[in-house]
């Protein structure tokens, strides 16, 4: 299995661009989240989806989209990308959210300039 | 508001056992989490208490007392590979979870 998988690693967008993160996961997990994590701080969370079809918003969900068409994949777009989205990017995955460990990917590195 | 406090940073000696604190308080509480997350990669998982008291795992062991709103995670025989962060995660009552910024430790030899 390869577990969690984001592509790309890194990116540079400049202000106003936009973009999607895409995440793909393997383990057939229903639970799905995005995470952002800046310096110094704890994870937040963005957006999260129960199910294909079905998502939510997280903490800080302003200036990003998600769409869930499959069980495996969660993409995060990004639109009019701002200075204050630069921070690494996490997607993770968990078979339900209570007790069960989150799986994460690699992260997206993102700097907006 | 939810809120959850760790040390920023800490330093222990290679061999030696070292306790990183973690205090909370959050709308609700269904479990907290402790993750190991290296410089440069993903946050990956070590524990989960929901029950107050010990849990052991290997050199790891986490702690919680549920009415004092405290956790720590204990690592015993240090090794330098455990240097890296730590981060307590709590699982409120939304069943979201709540992460605090995060404990580095480093290991000196």
């Known amino acids: 299995n390869a577990g969690v998988t984001q592509t790309p690693k890194f990116r540079i967008l400049k202000i106003g661009q936009s973009m999607t993160l895409q995440c793909t996961q393997d383990m057939n997990h229903n639970y799905m989240y995005w995470y952002r994590q800046d310096p110094g701080m704890g994870l937040k969370l963005i957006y999260y989806?129960?199910?294909?079809?079905?998502?939510d918003k997280g903490e800080v969900p302003n200036g990003y989209n998600v769409s869930r068409s499959t069980t495996e994949d969660f993409p995060l777009r990004l639109e009019l990308a701002a200075p204050s989205q630069t921070s690494v990017y996490f997607c993770?995955?968990?078979?339900?959210?209570?007790?069960?460990?989150?799986?994460f990917g690699p992260g997206t590195r993102l700097t907006v300039l | 508001g939810q809120n959850i406090d760790q040390p920023t940073e800490m330093t222990a000696t290679e061999g030696a056992i070292v306790q990183i604190n973690c205090t909370y308080q959050t709308s609700g509480f269904n479990g907290l989490f402790w993750y190991q997350q290296h410089a440069g990669e993903a946050p990956t998982f070590l524990s989960y208490?929901?029950l107050d008291g010990l849990e052991e795992k290997g050199r790891f062991s986490s702690f919680l007392s549920r009415s004092k709103g405290y956790s720590y995670l204990l690592l015993k025989e240090l090794q330098m590979k455990d240097s890296a962060s730590y981060l307590c995660?709590?699982?409120?009552?939304?069943?979201?979870?709540?992460w605090g910024a995060g404990t580095k430790l480093i290991i000196k030899p």
């Open positions: 989806s129960v199910g294909a079809g079905i998502t």
């Open positions: 995660a709590v699982l409120d009552s939304n069943y979201q979870l709540i």
């Open positions: 993770a995955s968990s078979y339900e959210e209570t007790y069960n460990e989150q799986f």
């Open positions: 208490n929901v």
